[in-house]
């Protein structure tokens, strides 16, 4: 399987986030990248298609704010790493507002995921790799493998959160479906759910989103991923949220997962985008599921057997030791 990172994804590496009422280490580092690269031998360089794709799921706006914000921050006289603190909660309106302190809450819905001045270079690489992914698929290869680092799901249109900046997944689909593929769907198999994924493709009908995750009564990102989100207008029908409990194992979500690929054959896909994150692992710090290293392989073999061109993009998991194994346990099930 062709697998594809740019070590300018290592570049951004924010110092310290907001988690659960204090301040602790940024939990999305650099380091996530390098154990997945040491465990699976490596990657080829993605090339650079461009920002096209990119302006094709994201709003123009957003994406110059995203290059700006740091430098912006920092301009401001304000040290460390750009963080929102004020949010409008009531609604979003398109108000022309200038101020660093204004925009970060415009674009961002957490405290959790800070800016620097190399969160735009190692996000542009990050959906660049997705981006080379797709087109091998595309070209005919049954399945290739994006190291997305910074991750995406969590991001939407014109926001970011959730250590997300891109949507590197969204940006896959769409770009299948710009290269001719009628339908498309996303597998979402990350401990949270993809709030920014489901959002993108809301009310679309061309584009299937099925996620499993933690409930979001118990768990972030908690006002999105409930059952009863099934999509609106065109999209309606094309959203599946499989919300699960606390200590589910492999029993469990091998079962939602099979619902999963079942609705996804029904609605027609013609290729398949997996959001893959191992904080599903039984020893992530920041969740809590029960899978297993050794769950992984039957997961994608499960996921294989649909028998669907796949691209794998990667999101969460943060049990850095046992991330690595836990990854290329996926890719061997394919």
């Known amino acids: 399987m062709r697998k594809f990172f740019d070590p300018r994804q290592l570049l951004h590496a924010p110092a310290r986030e907001l988690h659960n009422g204090g301040f602790t280490d940024y939990a999305e580092t650099p380091s996530r990248a390098e154990a997945i690269l040491a465990a699976i031998g490596g ?15 994201h709003d123009m706006d957003y994406v110059a704010f995203l290059k700006s ?35 970060l809450g415009q674009y961002s819905f957490d405290a959790s995921t800070p800016l620097t001045p190399h969160t735009w270079h190692s996000a542009y690489w990050s959906a660049q790799s997705a981006l080379a992914a797709t087109q091998v698929v595309l070209d005919g290869e049954p399945a290739a493998f994006a190291l997305c680092r910074p991750p ?14 891109l949507n590197v997944a969204a940006i896959a689909a ?41 409930d979001p009564a118990t768990d972030y990102p908690f006002y999105w991923g409930h059952e009863d989100e099934v999509g609106e207008g065109e999209g309606h029908g094309a959203t599946l949220n499989l919300p699960l409990p606390q200590g589910t194992t492999l029993d469990a979500f091998r079962r939602a997962q099979a619902r999963a690929l079942q609705a996804i054959a029904d609605f027609g896909a013609e290729l398949l985008v997996v959001s893959f994150g191992a904080d599903t692992y039984i020893g992530d710090p ?22 669907l061109p796949t691209v794998i993009v990667m999101e969460g998991g943060y049990a850095v030791d046992a991330l690595g194994e836990n990854v290329a346990s996926l890719l061997s099930g394919f």
């Not at 740091?70 to 309106?93: F, H, L, N, Q």
């Not at 969590?154 to 900046?165: K, L, T």
């Not at 769409?174 to 809301?202: P, S």
Request: hydrophobic share 45%.
């Open 43 to 57: 990657a080829e360089p993605p090339g650079d298609r461009g920002e096209a794709p990119i302006l094709a799921v």
């Open 286 to 307: 920041i969740s809590a599921f029960r899978i297993e290293t050794s769950d992984y392989a039957v997961l994608a073999a499960d996921i294989a057997a649909a028998g």
């Open 152 to 165: 995406g799901h969590h991001a939407g249109a014109d926001y970011y959160g959730g250590y997300c900046h």
């Open 174 to 214: 769409q770009a299948a479906r710009n290269a001719g593929k009628r339908r498309v769907a996303i597998l979402d198999i990350d401990y949270h759910h993809g709030n920014g994924t489901q959002d993108i493709f809301w009310s679309r009908g061309d584009v299937f989103y099925a996620s499993l995750h933690a």
């Open 69 to 103: 914000a740091a430098a912006r921050w920092a301009e401001a006289g304000r040290p460390g790493d750009a963080v929102g603190y004020v949010w409008p909660v009531v609604g979003r309106r398109p108000l022309r507002l200038d101020r660093i302190d204004a925009l």
